[in-house]
């Protein structure tokens, strides 16, 4: 019964965020997490556009493609306080569109099946592994597990929360 409950309220979270997934931030907003496109970063001063050798382009993980596809470089845009800094920064792009005390969400369309399973091992090697359920649904599936603190996350396909102990 809790699994269904669970898996229902995991879904209505989803189709939730889906609704609201597709509204594009106001002319000037600087919240990097709410847009999609990419930013270029250390453009030479020759007039032609191209970009310095050192670093292509800044995508939403922070760094340079370059510098992502070789390792893991934290961006600014991972809060550095709260929820967040009990789980790893995603190695995709993503949207935070949760950031309380009482749960961290983010949404992501683009990241594959395999990058979200990766992920999730990222997140069993920092210690959520307490009551560990894989769930598979519909071809989908979702992780959810403890750390020994009580932190409880759920990862799915396009949505990830993480959620404080309950008292």
């Not at 409950?5 to 989803?14: D, I, N, Q």
């Not at 949207?95 to 369309?109: K, L």
């Not at 592994?129 to 959810?144: A, L, P």
Request: hydrophobic content about 30%; aromatic content about 8%; some cysteine.
């Amino acid at each position: 019964m809790k699994k269904i409950l669970a898996l229902l309220l995991v879904m209505m979270l989803v189709f939730s965020l889906a609704a609201c997934g597709n509204d594009e931030s106001p002319s000037g907003s600087d919240n990097p997490s709410t847009s999609n496109q990419e930013q270029t970063d250390n453009t030479d001063n020759s007039g032609n556009g191209d970009t310095a050798d050192n670093n292509d382009t800044v995508n939403n993980n922070g760094g340079s493609e370059k510098e992502n596809s070789e390792n893991k470089t934290p961006s600014d845009k991972w809060p550095k306080k709260g929820l967040a800094t009990k789980i790893p920064e995603p190695n995709f792009d993503y949207t935070i569109v949760g950031d309380m005390d009482t749960i961290f969400t983010i949404v992501y369309e683009d990241a594959t099946e395999d990058q979200v399973r990766a992920y999730v091992e990222e997140v069993k090697a920092v210690g959520f592994t307490v009551d560990e359920k894989n769930i598979e649904f519909n071809g989908k599936f979702t992780f959810q597990a403890y750390n020994e603190e009580g932190y409880w996350i759920s990862i799915g396909l396009q949505v990830m929360e993480i959620n404080p102990p309950t008292e």
